[in-house]
């Protein structure tokens, strides 16, 4: 694959998130989820252009963010997204990688940046130990995805 880098998207935390971690079940609430996502690495709470808070987090270097969804009255999900601004990224790249992987949906967006994201659905609370297993698939996921892009 011929690719070369041009940046990594996003924000890099420099501040852990303030708190203590939710025992129980978690939520997609993102003053919760904060403390937890550091466990793994940087993490805090930031507010994207349009004044919508996600929590910006950085692991093994890499930037991603959480973010929530369905809000209406609370969040019944979120995500994990990483995107990578690189050249030679085609549908064709990011089709191999959906029809040859479970877990994490990879796709171009409109300004040309591949992007890799899990979603999950937390409407009726997931247990904390699930969740935390959540964010290893996360970090494997994002690891071979970095590989498979050749970001790395």
Known sequence: MDTA????????????????APSGMV????????P????????RLERDSNGEQ???ATLNGINYAVDVYN????CADLSFTASFEMDGMTVELMNEWNSTRRFGK????????AVIQIAINTRHGIALETFR???VWWETVLQDYVEFIGFR
């Open 5 to 20: 880098l041009v940046a990594q998207k996003g924000p890099t935390p420099s501040a852990s998130c303030n708190g203590p």
């Open 27 to 34: 939520f997609a609430n993102l003053d919760e989820l904060c």
């Open 36 to 43: 937890l996502v550091a466990e793994s690495g940087a993490a």
């Open 54 to 56: 996600y929590i910006a």
């Open 71 to 74: 809000c209406e009255p609370d």
């Open 106 to 113: 990879a796709y171009i967006r409109e300004d040309g940046d």
């Open 133 to 135: 297993d959540d964010l």
